[in-house]
């Protein structure tokens, strides 16, 4: 393997080829018109320009890039995540031009691409799920006996879902119609899908995730997990590996759980099993994720292993190089997703040009960038502008690297979620890890955050002042 195209932008991109190029392997970057002047076009050997600005005519053309690809001679295409990274089409017509796809073959991205067919497939298997029904329904009639018999609250969820569209919780019988329209017509327009099923609702869950990675000689093994609790509209904020919560006999069962659902799609390289964790630690598998997570450098830093590498050597054909019993927790990782969003304003996008963008720096802190000061922020895309990682011996050791990291990030011209991160490594429920998906909901208010940033300004003013008459203090010397 010499040559890879990454078929992604932003930080991921960088990510891959910084291993990549550790490797020796050549990599091509693709982009829009509007990513032309992008770090992570300057950062790779060679870069083609694939379409316009919208993801559809340009990050989404499966064929185009394959084209592109046959066209500069490369041996395999690497999609990172998002965009083609788990579209099993665009894998099969990868592996059809004779270049290799880094991921699973299209067959398990397929399964574990729809809810219920991932359920399917892992039933023989004796891994624990939520009760509730392994059918698509659209009858309104047939949820109402449903939900009688597992009992309310209920989750209604897109079958071909993610990212928390086409999910509602139902609290009684009376609003099970109305919400379970809005779950099928949010669906139906976010996948071309409207099927939906119904499982019996976790109250107050943690979510848990496994790392799994898999070789095509039969090898499957588990790189331990990460809690994935801390969220904002079901989506992920804050990240840590390990999670404060599992005792070295649960994350055995976990980890074992997540290698037998690997084993039934007939996995191939890096993929991620989600569990929800309840009050009572009582695990049940939720989905997989058929690609390299976001969060994947808590795992890293814990493991010193390059999931990347494994990747690239995994999709080579070669056999994995570390067994199970070769891996052992150290130390404790955190991450935080910086997005440009307004905390302040139910983190809604906050596109703009970063007048200032200073990343923080030191032993322990890893930033994985895809910005640069002087940049605008496409509105076209996912707004997330680097991931924010520490590292530290003990779980407190990294919480106040991050605190330290997050004073030392200096970004000015779009909002983002640093003060949010902030404040959740700040807030005593992180600190003692007695928290679950309802952390925001529970914890955070926009008056906190703008009291904290009043307190800070107010601080920045008086030592601006003691400066000032500091500085009147000293004699001056009349020049003549």
Known sequence: ???????????????????????????????????????????????????????????????????VAKQ????????GYGFLSENADFAEEVEKNDIIFIGPKSKAIKVMGSKLAAKEAVKAYDIPMVPGIDEAITDVDKAKKIATEIGFPILIKASAGGGGKGMRVVE????????????????????????????????????????VMADSHGNVIHLFERECSV????????????????????????GEAAVK????????????????????????????????????????????IDLVELQIKVARG?????????????????????????PMNDFLPSVGYLETYKIPVGKGIRVDN???????????????LAKLITYGATREEAIQLMIKAINNYDIKGVQTTLPFGKFVFEHEAFKSGNFDTHFVKKHFTTEIIQSATKEEAKIAALLAMKQYIEDQKTVRIPTL
């Not at 019988?173 to 099923?197: C, H, P, W, Y």
């Not at 895809?370 to 997330?384: K, S, V």
């Open 261 to 304: 659902v690997a084993k039934a799609c007939d996995y191939l390289g890096a993929g991620t099993v989600e569990f929800l964790l309840d009050e009572n630690h009582n695990f049940y598998f939720l989905e997989m994720n058929t690609r390299l997570q976001v969060e994947h450098p808590v795992t890293e830093l814990i493991t010193g």
């Open 231 to 254: 969220q904002r509209r079901h989506q992920k904020v804050v990240e840590e590996a390990p999670s404060a919560v599992l005792s070295p006999e649960l994350r055995a069962k976990m």
């Open 172 to 211: 009684e019988e009376k609003d099970l119609e109305s919400q379970m329209n809005r779950a099928i017509s949010e669906a139906t327009s976010a996948f071309g899908d409207g099927s939906v099923f119904i499982e019996k609702y976790v109250a107050s869950p943690r979510h848990i995730e496994i790392q």
């Open 370 to 384: 895809g910005f640069e000061e002087g940049m605008d922020i496409p509105i076209y895309y996912d707004p997330m």
């Open 1 to 67: 393997m010499k040559k890879i195209l990454i078929a992604n932008r932003g930080e991921i991109a960088i990510r891959v080829m910084t291993t990549a190029h550790k490797m020796g392997i050549k990599t091509v970057a693709i982009y829009s018109t509007v990513d032309r002047n992008a770090p992570h076009v300057k950062f790779a050997n060679e870069a083609v320009c694939i379409g316009e600005a919208p993801s559809n005519q340009s990050y989404l053309l499966g064929s185009k890039i394959i084209e």
């Open 72 to 79: 500069l001679d490369v041996d395999a295409i690497h999609p």
């Open 318 to 342: 070669e056999k994995l190089s570390v067994q199970q019993e070769d891996l052992k927790i150290k130390g404790h990782a955190l991450e935080l997703r910086i997005y440009a969003e307004d």
